[in-house]
């Protein structure tokens, strides 16, 4: 029998366990104590994270935010688990092309398009009808909210975070940790760690 | 034989006809006698609103404007039509993840996505490419354009109209009867009745 | 045996071969003698641009400008090329409702919606997750970008070129050689050759 355990009982999760395909279960586990027992999109709460660590089950982080997703990822290794445990999840209803890669522990949501040669990172979260096209990077731990576009040849840092609807000119990149905002238009390439917002985008406030 | 008719001969008729399925014909109502006889989007109008009183037929309302669809429906039931009559309109290429419902009445076009934990009530138009996600209600008679974006847990208040492209950030409630922008960028509620415009939205007016 | 020619050795044509459905073979080629012998998309690049015109083979043109497409369209016929040798690319993942038509030459990726009666010329190019909805017009040599969306009864003029993410008002006329910028939300008509960007998208220059 095969498993796929959500590590975090969020929103997200429910999501995830949506797009799984192929499995012939999907828990659930959390921190938290309130949660143990209930369901999530399907998924019974069965416990604390590092319960996965005795279990032989894939494995995916659902939390919305990429620093937890590696600081959840750093946890579980130091529990024992292997890295290939985790698995990578696609909608159904995604387009992945063939020649695209996209690395374990991500998850990409329904109508998320990969047109050509995009080579998307481990444990990336894209959200529905998000599209990247030829010859994206996009780096581990990014999140990519929906309906995002990204031109041609972007390449996108390790845990950047893109907002809803924002869009990316061909050829930019975005730096590591760096937040673009819902509806932004980003024309020029967007420094590690700084948040931009706008049409076009500019930058907001150096992130602390 | 199985019949769904069109309640008002508009653009979005031809759309919903041509997101139809399982059905073996389809036709329209139009009390615009002009348009007796006339086909769209392959239905050809057979006559007013109230011949669909006495038929068996399944029923969709086709007016962009939710305010009309519901004084129609109200019409409807004074002509002795049951709500039981009105048929959900699903493109085969939308997603609906299981858990989600959609209301008698509502029509959701190609690629629209319902992620995890969505209530969509009833005669709800959602245009192709629009994301719904976690836990987002979209109120009765809603109108939400092609490739809205809803972060998770929005709520979308009764005969609310959303813009193309527009999104909204997680969390925010948007009030009955009132409209944002398209491509506006919604990051507060927006209160009953008013038009929000722009990247933030701001209100530009309060609706008379 | 079958067999697509990609014209031009771009990004493009990467994701066209993606696109592409039903062909034994697929190569391309390009006047840049730097790439003959390499491979993009899986099809290897196999000499000039004029080698074509002695095949029977499928054509279709992927440079990203829709002058130059029309430059090569024109070098094509000039070689003896027949309009008729000019493939129709559509993703299967797009959604085209009976009753719309798209001509020779274009190429729609994936998750593109075109909802009830619309026309789209020669050589266009449309990005994934474009939607197109009732009655709207597109004219040869447009390019429209991922995730743009039309309202009804929208007219694009020829060559146009409308950014990513951009969004119209129904019933706007687009001019011919015109530009709409990223993220832009155009309200009123966009002049014959101008650049219009921002929400509301407004004129920023006269092209030249």
Same mark, same amino acid.
């Given at each position: 029998?095969?498993?796929?355990?959500?590590?975090?009982?969020?929103?997200?999760?429910?999501?995830?366990?949506?797009?799984?395909?192929?499995?012939?279960?999907?828990?659930?586990?959390?921190?938290?104590?309130?949660?143990?027992?209930?369901?999530?999109?399907?998924?019974?709460?069965?416990?604390?994270?590092?319960?996965?660590?005795?279990?032989?089950?894939?494995?995916?982080?659902?939390?919305?935010?990429?620093?937890?997703?590696?600081?959840?990822?750093?946890?579980?290794?130091?529990?024992?688990?292997?890295? !290939?445990?985790? =698995?990578?999840?696609?909608?159904?209803? /995604?387009? &992945? #092309?063939? *020649?695209?890669? +996209?690395?374990? @522990?991500?998850?990409?949501?329904?109508?998320?398009?990969?047109?050509?040669?995009?080579?998307?990172?481990?444990?990336?979260?894209?959200?529905?009808?998000?599209?990247?096209?030829?010859? !994206?990077?996009? =780096?581990?731990?990014?999140?990519?909210? /929906?309906? &995002? #576009?990204? *031109?041609?040849? +972007?390449?996108? @840092?390790?845990?950047?975070?893109?907002?809803?609807?924002?869009?990316?000119?061909?050829?930019?990149?975005?730096?590591?940790?760096?937040?673009?905002?819902?509806?932004?238009?980003?024309?020029?390439?967007?420094?590690?760690?700084?948040?931009?917002?706008?049409?076009? #985008?500019?930058?907001?406030? +150096?992130?602390?």
């Amino acid at each position: 029998m095969t498993t796929l355990v959500l590590v975090a009982a969020s929103g997200l999760a429910g999501e995830t366990a949506a797009a799984a395909a192929g499995y012939d279960q999907i828990v659930a586990v959390d921190d938290d104590r309130g949660r143990w027992g209930t369901v999530v999109g399907g998924a019974k709460v069965i416990g604390p994270v590092e319960v996965v660590a005795d279990t032989g089950a894939d494995l995916v982080i659902c939390t919305g935010s990429g620093r937890v997703r590696r600081m959840l990822v750093e946890r579980l290794l130091d529990y024992g688990v292997t890295p !290939d445990r985790f =698995a990578t999840i696609i909608h159904p209803d /995604a387009s &992945v #092309a063939a *020649g695209c890669e +996209v690395g374990p @522990g991500s998850i990409l949501l329904a109508g998320v398009r990969l047109t050509s040669q995009v080579s998307v990172g481990r444990h990336v979260v894209v959200m529905p009808n998000a599209v990247f096209t030829h010859d !994206d990077i996009v =780096a581990d731990f990014a999140t990519v909210c /929906a309906g &995002v #576009a990204l *031109g041609g040849g +972007v390449v996108v @840092g390790e845990a950047a975070y893109l907002g809803m609807s924002s869009s990316v000119r061909q050829h930019v990149t975005i730096g590591a940790d760096s937040v673009l905002g819902m509806g932004s238009v980003l024309l020029h390439d967007l420094p590690v760690g700084e948040t931009w917002v706008g049409v076009p #985008a500019r930058p907001v406030r +150096v992130a602390v």
